[in-house]
């Protein structure tokens, strides 16, 4: 039985592992953390649960696929429900938008705001689930190794609905003029690592999934789809070796032959890396066996970091939603020292997840786990001042905003920033979400999964194909097992 060493245990990693593990490999999985799951890891802290990164739980038929392609059901796995509201956003006149979970209910909101939109948005979201059913569906398991694999008949029927080169920014406004409908519009672009007038307008697809299949949450927290893979994962065989920082991909005669893990040399025949590509390609293996040079990597437009604030409260909030936008101040302020030039934003935007408002089991009773985040430019200095100035910022924004005041009610606070992603998961610049999805690092323009020199060494995880996000990553798993089954 050939033996796959899988490199990071996140979500494509653990999909790589289950599909390769079903295909009749012997598959282990080497995780520098002592727990596994990625950035998308949890921890434990005097009675809350606190998932570490994604709290969005969108596209749920990517979930579903993936557990029904090995017999399984989610509800096996974990409870999910949905969301009522979806998420809310607070506008610059500090008017606060509910985005509900019956997208009838979502027409009317937007036609009240501006007359005619609600007509245009059924239009709109006819076009994008168009593009979701051929996107998602289809051409994000494409291995993206060459532009032929997208030329199908499906998609050749589809491309009236694609729109892959008109800007996101502008189709939008073709829609709508109301700025609060098109920062709504705008906000999924926000997960692909880029900026709106950057993006095909192809990504509608997410406003598809954001706004008419709804926001879920999986009860006990995101953890418990990391706790679902693992268990299927163990099920197949797959073995799991935590606090196993994997310091070197070893060649001999051509092949990756072993891998050097806490010092010692373990023969391998095939290496799926999941952990950040950066970090693979440029300190695992010598520079002869590299697919790309530092010029390439520091040419990428890399998605955002981020500062994090995971906080314990001892009080229930009042008027907060389980998912708020901050969108009070100039979006394309902060967009600018994210993408153009790099530095702490004067006035950011933030987002606020309270998975306690849904769930009584990621906090104490009569208490409240909320997670604070701004997204920020990869790279950035961060220090101790610098984290505490936005928290600062955050809690007065939150307080004039929501009428909550949680200062004197803080009774667990721990801070995330760009130096922690580099330090925990290797994560280039410190980003937070892999590589942007611009139309220039999109499909084919993404960094290769398979490595050109090394035939059995192959790369999954956000900064390849598909792209960054759970439901992608959980593709990425998908789409390179497969190829290592086409190739072994
Ligand atoms: C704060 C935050 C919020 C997010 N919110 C959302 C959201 O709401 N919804 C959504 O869909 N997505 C969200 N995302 C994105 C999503 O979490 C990621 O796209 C996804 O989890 C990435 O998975 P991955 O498979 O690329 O691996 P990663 O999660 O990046 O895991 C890679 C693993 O490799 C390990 N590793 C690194 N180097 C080595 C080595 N040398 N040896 C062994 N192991 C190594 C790392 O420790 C890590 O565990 C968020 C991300 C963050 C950070």
Redesign the pocket.
Known sequence: MKKVGV?????????AAIELASMGFDVEV????E???????HFKEEGFVFD????????PDVFEDFFARHGKKVEEYYDLIKLDPGFSIYYDDGEKLEIPESFNALVDIFENIESGSGDKLQHFMKRAEKKYEIGVKNLVYKPSKSIFEFINLKVIKGSFYLDIFTVFSKYVRKYFKHEKLIKLMEFPIL?LGSLPSNTPAMYSLMNYSGLKQGTYYPIGG?YKIIEALVGLAKEKGVSFSCS????KINVTNGKVSSLL?NNQNLPIDIVVA???YH??DS??LEPKFRNYTNDYWNSRKLAP??L?FYLGLNKKLKNVNHHTLFFDKDFSKHAKEIYETPKWPNEPLFYM?CPSVSDDSVAPKGMENI?L?IPLAPDLKDSNEMREKYFLIMLERLNQLTGNDISDSIVYKKS?CVSD?IK????FKGN???LANTLDQTAILKPSLRNKKLKNLFY????TVP????????I??QVVANEINKYF
């Open positions: 490199i990071g245990s996140g979500f494509s990693s653990l999909t080497f995780e520098k953390n727990a596994l799951g990625g950035r998308a890891r570490m990164g994604p709290s969005w739980y969108w596209m997960f995101f196993s920082q994997v310091q893990v999941g952990a950040d970090h693979v300190k695992l970091s981020c994090l997840s997670m985040l995330y992603f925990d998961y290797n994560a937070a979400y892999g999954t995880g956000q900064l792209g960054p996000g759970v439901p992608p990553s959980i990425s798993g």
